[in-house]
């Protein structure tokens, strides 16, 4: 089991930056795959940015070039920092991690921290 607890988000305002940080704990160790979803009103989530646990990063087309995702394996934390923020940010972003255990696939979330990009 992995807990996920997500925090740094808030209202920004348009052209501004933000630090989303996700701190991890349990059973990390068995993780190979770091993301960040995010969820606006009325919408589907979607995919944000990943790492995998000795990957490269990749990033979805919407933050490609204003976002950056890392992790701190000492601290145990998922970081994602979007630039040049626009009101089309503004969503719900969860941070998530993947577990391979025996052959199935788990996959846990953080509870989402509110981003809004208003001016």
């Known amino acids: 089991q992995v807990h996920l607890v997500e925090s740094g988000g808030g209202l920004v305002q348009p052209g501004g930056s933000l630090r989303l940080s996700c701190a991890a704990s349990g059973s990390i160790r068995g993780v190979y795959n770091w993301a960040w979803y995010r969820q606006a009103l009325g919408k589907e989530r979607e995919w944000v940015a990943n790492i995998a646990q000795l990957g490269h990063p990749h990033y979805a087309d919407s933050v490609k070039g204003r976002g950056t995702i890392s992790r701190d394996g000492a601290k145990n934390t998922l970081t994602l920092q979007i630039d040049a923020l626009q009101p089309d940010d503004t969503a719900v972003y969860y941070c998530?991690?993947?577990?391979?255990?025996?052959?199935?696939?788990?996959?846990?979330w953080g509870q989402g921290t509110r981003v809004t990009v208003s001016s």
């Open positions: 998530t991690a993947q577990e391979l255990i025996g052959q199935n696939i788990e996959r846990y």
